[in-house]
């Protein structure tokens, strides 16, 4: 695979607009490239430790286990090999090698004590979120780098179950009847949970905006100017706040299928994008 780096590879929607007039042509096109090969490791990270932890959870608990039984099967996220073969690209193609966010164990911590529920809820809103990146964001773009397009839509596909034998379909539907099926008493404790993992997982994506910025001045081969670097660096926050958070939580599907959960979740769901926004 050889990428065009002479493209940006993010659409503005999902990258955020280049924040700093310092930075001149090169660098925001070289942003946003970090921010490409960040934004896949983000989601194999994820990706990666929900599945991991489900299936942990499950082997020790049979009530667990029917609750989770949606996120067991392996290739409800299996896409390492998708997302392993462009990072290798980019490595060789790109003049620095990017920083990228270790695992977590904070949010690995927090997925091991969270409420079943609340890892059903959020799976639900990654599979629905790679699907509106795609849909809504890159698909019939032709300025983007047109390998991490076929990338993306490679990765739509799958999580829409249009692709091999739409097993991610099926998942998709098993997690939303398992959230119409919900006890009402495990509710309150799955909306609680589900909050306190989207604060785990910004505070990952704070680690990954820093590590982003730190790329760009290997590139540059000298650091930002602190106020430059200030700014660079909350505009990633809020970028990757956006396209990992907040975009899926005000997806429509979504909140359709958290309505499930009872009155009382699009008022948490709101709550939630309040309180990322003030962080």
Same mark, same amino acid.
């Given at each position: ?6 493209? %940006? ?10 924040? @700093?007039?310092? #930075? ?12 490409? %090969? ?19 959870? $499950? ?8 609750? =989770?039984?949606? !996120? ?46 609340? =890892?059903?809820?959020?799976? #639900? ?9 795609? =849909?809504? %964001?890159?698909?019939?773009?032709? *300025? ?7 990338? !993306? ?6 999580? %829409?179950?249009?692709? /091999?034998?739409? $097993? ?27 909050? #306190? ?9 704070? *680690?990954? /905006? ?21 700014? @660079? ?11 990992? =958070?907040?975009?899926?939580? @005000? ?18 769901? $709101?709550?939630? @994008? ?6």
């Amino acid at each position: 695979m050889q990428l065009d780096m002479s493209r %940006c590879f993010m659409p503005e929607a999902l990258a955020g607009p280049a924040p @700093v007039r310092a #930075l001149d042509e090169d660098d925001r096109r070289r942003l946003n490239q970090i921010r490409a %090969c960040s934004y896949l490791h983000v989601f194999e990270v994820l990706e990666t430790l929900l599945g991991s932890v489900a299936r942990e959870r $499950a082997r020790t608990d049979l009530e667990i286990r029917e609750v =989770l039984a949606p !996120l067991l099967p392996l290739d409800v996220f299996d896409h390492h090999d998708l997302f392993s073969s462009f990072e290798a690209a980019f490595a060789a193609d790109f003049p620095a090698r990017p920083r990228l966010v270790p695992h977590p164990d904070d949010l690995a911590a927090t997925l091991m004590h969270a409420s079943p529920l609340s =890892l059903l809820v959020l799976a #639900l809103h990654l599979k629905l979120v790679t699907q509106q990146h795609y =849909l809504a %964001c890159v698909r019939g773009d032709e *300025r983007l780098e047109p390998h991490f397009v076929r990338l !993306l839509k490679e990765h739509w596909s799958v999580e %829409c179950g249009s692709a /091999s034998s739409g $097993a991610n379909a099926d998942s998709s539907l098993a997690i939303q009847q398992a959230l119409a099926a919900t006890l009402p008493g495990r509710i309150p404790a799955g909306l609680r949970d589900y909050r #306190l993992l989207v604060f785990a997982i910004d505070d990952v994506l704070r *680690r990954q /905006s820093d590590l982003d910025v730190e790329t760009l001045e290997d590139v540059r081969d000298h650091p930002l100017p602190a106020a430059d670097r200030s700014v @660079v660096t909350a505009a990633q926050v809020a970028a990757h706040r956006k396209t990992f =958070l907040t975009v899926g939580i @005000v997806n429509a599907a979504f909140v359709y299928a958290m309505r499930a959960l009872g009155p009382t979740a699009p008022s948490v769901l $709101a709550g939630v @994008v309040s309180t990322l926004s003030s962080r």
